[in-house]
T-cell receptor, first 111, second 114 residues
Framework: GENVEQHPSTLSVQEGDSAVIKCTYS??????FPWYKQELGKRPQLIID?????GEKKDQRIAVTLNKTAKHFSLHITETQPEDSAVYFC??????????FGTGTRLKVLA | DAGVIQSPRHEVTEMGQEVTLRCKPI?????LFWYRQTMMRGLELLIY????????DSGMPEDRFSAKMPNASFSTLKIQPSEPRDSAVYFC????????????FGSGTRLTVV
């Protein structure tokens, strides 16, 4: 079955700097990759996703890149702000509409 | 739309008691998922349904766990008997059956078994 690895587990950046979170997956048939943000005590919320027919997608300060050959995808956050502090999860589609999540990255943006 | 609705938000129960968690998916969403979140194991998929039919329950940890979806607007996750190691946040999520869309998660149920 699908396996998703996520790195790093924790990441601290200065406000205004960029943050990059990386994930790898094992199932070459996976073709949909969502990213979720979970603030403390709240539900995970979808922030951006990418399908396998594109290599990059941007939404304001957030971007995701996908390398299907290498089976890895990354989340890029530019001009980080304190409200970006949260746990971020990547996921990969596995089987019929089932997503496997990475272990999460705790991002701290230092003011 | 009110989103995915879960109840209760918090549940504290004694070991050995039965616990029932409830979920109402977004109207029109045909897929429903139950996840468990702990610090140690992260987000674990327990079971998911398509059109009210259980598709994959390989994540259900033990026979003490059971889930049902009697209709398109309601699902339950039951633990009987509960144990302290079942303490976690249980999330329900739903998504449209067709195409690839991210899940919409409910607010979760924080279960504490003492």
């Amino acid at each position: 079955g699908e396996n998703v690895e996520q790195h790093p587990s924790t990441l601290s950046v200065q406000e205004g700097d960029s943050a990059v979170i990386k994930c790898t997956y094992s199932d070459s048939a996976s073709n949909y990759f969502p990213w979720y943000k979970q603030e403390l005590g709240k539900r995970p919320q979808l922030i951006i996703d990418i399908r396998s027919n594109v290599g990059e997608k941007k939404d304001q300060r957030i971007a995701v890149t996908l390398n299907k050959t290498a089976k890895h995808f990354s989340l890029h956050i530019t001009e980080t702000q304190p409200e970006d502090s949260a746990v971020y999860f990547c996921a990969a589609h596995s089987g019929t509409y089932k997503y496997i999540f990475g272990t999460g990255t705790r991002l701290k943006v230092l003011a | 739309d009110a989103g995915v609705i879960q109840s209760p938000r918090h549940e504290v129960t004694e070991m050995g008691q039965e616990v029932t968690l409830r979920c109402k998916p977004i109207s029109g969403h045909n897929s429903l998922f139950w996840y468990r979140q702990t610090m140690m194991r992260g987000l674990e998929l327990l079971i998911y349904f398509n059109n009210n039919v259980p598709i994959d329950d390989s994540g259900m940890p033990e026979d003490r766990f059971s889930a049902k979806m009697p209709n398109a607007s309601f699902s339950t996750l039951k633990i009987q008997p509960s144990e302290p190691r079942d303490s976690a946040v249980y999330f329900c999520a739903s998504s449209p059956l067709t195409g690839f869309y991210g899940y919409t998660f409910g607010s979760g149920t924080r279960l504490t078994v003492v």
